[in-house]
């Protein structure tokens, strides 16, 4: 079989060989498009290959038409938003992630864009702590849960709200289990987005929600931007300008956001999962998922069933 990994921002060189030894160990051929920059170098490596690794790549319809003899895509990574998964089940081509692989990357880096928060963006003003403060964190999935551990070592008041996780398991996480999005954002010093872009949830972040912040509240994003509602933020910012907003995902309105100045960061390229060791858990374990596949039928982790 030819595995294809097609990724726009890549893996580092280890994860690749990590890969490259996984796939070619069970027989099948590895194929490489790394730093592509047309769509068309995309449809047309995709074009006679049964299997393909993607990180952000969009795998839209066009793709999967080209895409003449795919089996399975793995999204080596979380959010599967970037794959058009319904038309793949139409064109029966398995869709699957490698859940809580780079978790640990992405939390780690929401601590990098709180601290660089609190304390101004290194401008040499006296800044704050998080010592004690009050972190809400918006899901309690794989990201959220490795924000809770994260946290406790810098001694925040960590609490929690998840509309699909019981209240008993997260409170087992030791952290505080409230009753709504709305009590999170209220009660908390600093609220951190881990929720997937979904039609539910998608500019669902809105003024309603974060002007209910306590004075000097810091919105943190490593979700997606899609779940920001971009011209409202926009304003509440204008109105309140004790809010803080970093993202690691540049904002649509990126231009309009960079006029806080001091209130707002945003890393230029998605860098919460781009780590060495993020990148080889995800990809090896995006690697082995397609040889059970192609091995056994081995569909674990898909996620459009
Ligand atoms: C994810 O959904 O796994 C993260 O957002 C990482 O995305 P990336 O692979 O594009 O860095």
Redesign the pocket.
């Known amino acids: 079989m030819k595995v294809l990994v097609a990724t726009e921002?890549p893996f580092a060189a280890a994860a690749v060989n990590g890969i490259k030894a996984e796939v070619e160990g069970a027989g099948h051929q590895l194929v490489l498009l790394e730093k592509y920059t047309e769509k068309q170098q995309l449809l047309d490596a995709v074009a006679d290959v049964e299997a393909m690794i993607v990180?952000?790549d969009k795998v839209t319809a066009e793709v999967l038409d080209a895409a003449k003899a795919l089996k399975i895509v793995v999204r080596?990574?979380?959010?599967f938003d970037n794959v058009d998964i319904a038309y793949a089940k139409e064109k029966n081509v398995v869709v699957e992630n490698t859940p809580g692989q780079?978790s640990n990357a992405?939390a780690e880096l929401v601590f990098g864009l709180l601290v660089y928060a609190v304390r101004n963006f290194y401008n040499g003003k006296s800044g704050s702590e998080l010592l004690g403060k009050k972190l809400g964190i918006l899901a309690f999935g794989n990201v959220g849960r490795n924000v809770a551990r994260i946290a406790k070592g810098f001694g925040m008041d960590v609490y929690a709200y998840d509309a699909f996780c019981p209240k008993d398991v997260i409170e087992a996480a030791g952290v505080k289990a409230v009753d709504s999005q709305d009590a999170l954002f209220e009660n908390c010093d600093v609220v951190s987005l881990h929720i997937p872009a979904t039609p539910e949830t998608k500019q669902s972040i809105n003024a309603a929600l974060v002007g209910k912040m306590k004075k000097g509240g810091i919105l943190v994003n490593t979700a997606r931007k899609e779940v920001i509602n971009e011209p409202e933020l926009l304003k509440l910012l204008e109105e309140r300008t004790d809010l803080k907003y970093v993202s690691d995902i540049m904002p649509d309105a990126h231009e309009e956001f960079c006029k806080f100045e001091g209130r707002y960061f945003a890393t230029p390229k998605?860098m919460?999962?781009?780590t060495a060791e993020a990148n080889i858990n995800a990809g090896i374990a995006a690697a082995k998922q397609i040889n059970a596949f192609f091995a056994d039928g081995c569909t674990k982790f898909q996620v459009n069933k």
Request: proline share 0%; net charge positive.
């Open positions: 921002k990180r952000s080596a990574g979380a959010g780079n992405v998605k919460g999962a781009q």
